[in-house]
């Protein structure tokens, strides 16, 4: 583990900043640092680079294989610094993501999508987690934000991608009927001036057809630099993959925008379909999103479907698939096989 330039940059010492170092020793005889008692950190980096907040806690830990010694006041720091406590956090919580990437702490689950006319499962979506060892499964949007501030997302899209492609193709090597297999693709990746070559070379190395891949982006990420998106969705599509724009009608949903973009499904977001059949004015949206990807030749996903009523709904204005609870959560795919192989056909009825 080591920091990241920008990190680097954000620990690195002021004139005003103070070492930490406090040579008092301490009871017991050992002399140690005393943890800050103020809302600041402290932050001591070791000279593998890894990062740690400096708390009692990280003292225990430091004794356990260090044959019950206090944190020592000699060389075996790089660094030390008292910084503001947010910055404590977010240097510590960039330092174990990067760990969590290292040790293989992270999973894809996998969530099923289903036609809504045939009722048969025909996709899922990749959603990654973090498996920690003391704070168990943790969801993405805790980590998916500090890995696209740090360019960790880099890493860590490109492990999801190819962990999706590999489960996607061994489940069509085993004889299943074959699935379309969505992945999520952040803002800093579609930026990155080589995706299209990483794409190629993860469905060359897995033996994944392209036609069983769809990457799904924002429009908040394609509007960051519009023409650049344009052209890298154009040149990500010649490889036969399909595009779909997630989460919509959530951000501008903007219509220019988006037919200027080579796109294939649209997900219309949950927070629109938890409302369809409470609010008019969802379903009103509901409906003419539909009705616009229609006349664009879109495929339409209704997104978070949990009841009954919201799956006639989605089916009644003419959705082409869904995806929700209703039809299986995200699970690992040892645990998904069953979820496939249950025709759907009922839960769509
Ligand atoms: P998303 O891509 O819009 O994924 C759908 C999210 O909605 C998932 O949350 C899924 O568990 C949740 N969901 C689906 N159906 C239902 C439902 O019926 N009810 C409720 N309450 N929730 C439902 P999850 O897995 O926590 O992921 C959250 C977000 O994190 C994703 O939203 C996506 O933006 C991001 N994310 C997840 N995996 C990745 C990844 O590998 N790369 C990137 N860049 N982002 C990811
Ligand atoms: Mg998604
Ligand atoms: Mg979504």
Redesign the pocket.
Known sequence: MSLSDDSRKAVEPTPQGRFVFLNAPQPGGSSSVVPPATNDGMLIVDRSGKVAPLTRQADVVWRVPHGGRSIPLNQRFAQMWQLPRRVVNRLVAESNLRGALKKQELE??F?PQANLLSGEIDGV?????WRHPSRGLI???TF?PL??QTGL?LT??DW?LRAACEQNAEWIRSGMRPLRMA????AR?LDQPGLTDIVEGVLSDTGLGSNWLEL?V?ETATMRDPVKSIKALHDLRDLGLRISM??FGTGYSSLAHVKDLPLDTL?I??SLI?GVTKSRSHAAIATAIVAMADGMDLEVVA????TRAQLAFVKGIRCDRY????LG??EPANQLGSVLEHSASERAA
């Open positions: 894809v689950f969530q979506e990749a959603l990654v987690r969801l993405p949007d998916i890995a696209e997302i860590l899209g999801v992945v999520n693709i952040s990746q799904e924002t997630d989460d997900k977001d949950r938890s997104e978070g479907v949990e995806q929700g609870f209703l959560r995200p």
